[in-house]
């Protein structure tokens, strides 16, 4: 045997020892990457769809799971992928975020960044440090299409008509939710109906539904309680501000400032809307009645905006990856922003968990509810807070906190009954003990392969 041989043998064996010593939630979407062909810049029907989220979920088993919340009018599956570095199995106080696109069928480009986003993401846990950092912290559910059947029947090219918005049964299904300022609803269509239960199945803490027609990130509330009045014509659209109007304002600025070109605010055509910095508040831009985006906060504590992606509903494909270009680094800095504010635990003198507590900031009208497991989160900005948490059979618990910028702040409490008429204890209130990296660069270190390469070697003593 020659020395170079000699040398390739010792190569190949220590190249393989280095590989077998790196963790196999390190290896994983290296490995198998390069089975899942690379995502098109073109439209995918529903089969097409359908068959890239099984194949990726196949292909990435470490970090996806793959679920449908049920089914449109034609049956066909509403599928959710859930990105996570653990899928299967959330960790707590991991809290789960979601991007819903194409409610509208024809509006078809929220539905295609969002498998982009979903490449995206798998494709570079290995090789960035915030996308790394995102996966392991939280449970990330896409979403990307809500009206399937809708889609099947828009046109390519075409902007402004509502072919394909609706779905099968002929309903807006952004006029199909429960209003806090309309009484009663339309006939409830299977779509939203499958919505309502998905959020009553997990505590989403903040979300994103994904439009077109206009470029735009909007905040709630959709809707403002009027009489219909001539005074109320004579005001127009009128400001409908929810007691989280600082919040949400920051979220929608977070995604427009980030986004290419949405901070410009620059009207689609002439006489439409200018957005000032990109972002709007719904019901200063039209009332709305029934929508998502006030049915997720008002009735499930969800801070939810809607992002409108494009001027043209239906643009012609050879756009597409414009469009990816300009919300890539949008799509995943707003996902981030679940970890900010105040989180926490909320178990019983036995550290039992109590599920279903109220967690009330200040005195805003909506509260958050504990999960099963007493966790919840709420999105604050910086500044100090009265947090009141109360359950059934126990004294209320009242503590003021401090919320910072960088990092969420932890406030685990602890009731007691309320037959022992005593005082709630606070387990802990502190920062969290990991940084929320706000970029790239403050995002906590890797291992390199380097470092797992040393510390095999290490493990001889060479």
Known sequence: ???????????????????????SSSRSSRQLAGSVAPLSYNYHHFDELQNYLININAAYPQLTSLYSIGKSVQGRDLWVLVISSSPNDRQVLVPDVKYVGNIHGNEAVGREVLLHLIQHLLASYDQDDYVRWLVDNTRI?????????????????????????????????????????????NEVQPEALAVEKWLGDYQFVLSAGLHGGALVASYPFDNKETNNGIVDRIKGFQYSG????????????????????????????????????GITNGAAWYYLA????DYNYVWNGCMELTLELSCCKYPPSNQLAQFWDDNRDALVKYLGEAHRGVKGVVTDPSGLAIGGATVKIDDRQFDSKTTPRGEYWRILMPGTYTVTVAADGFAPFQQTVLVGDSRPTLLNVNLVPANQNSVASVASIAASSAAVPINAAASPPRR??????TKFFGIFGG
């Open 290 to 293: 029934g929508g998502m985006q």
């Open 1 to 23: 045997m020659t020395l170079t041989s000699v040398l390739a043998c010792v190569w190949s064996v220590t190249l393989a020892l280095c590989i077998a010593a790196v963790p």
């Open 141 to 185: 559910h896409i979403m990307p299409s809500l009206n399937p059947d809708g889609f099947e029947v828009s046109r390519e090219g075409d902007c402004q008509s509502v072919q394909g918005r609706y779905n099968a049964n002929g309903f807006d299904l952004n006029r199909n939710f429960p209003d806090i300022f309309k009484k009663g609803r």
């Open 242 to 277: 929810t007691p989280d109007d600082r919040e949400f304002r920051h979220l929608a600025l977070t995604y427009a400032r980030v986004h290419r070109t949405m901070h410009n605010g620059s009207p689609c055509f002439p006489g439409d809307s200018r957005f000032a910095n």
């Open 448 to 453: 390199s392969t380097l470092d797992y390469i």
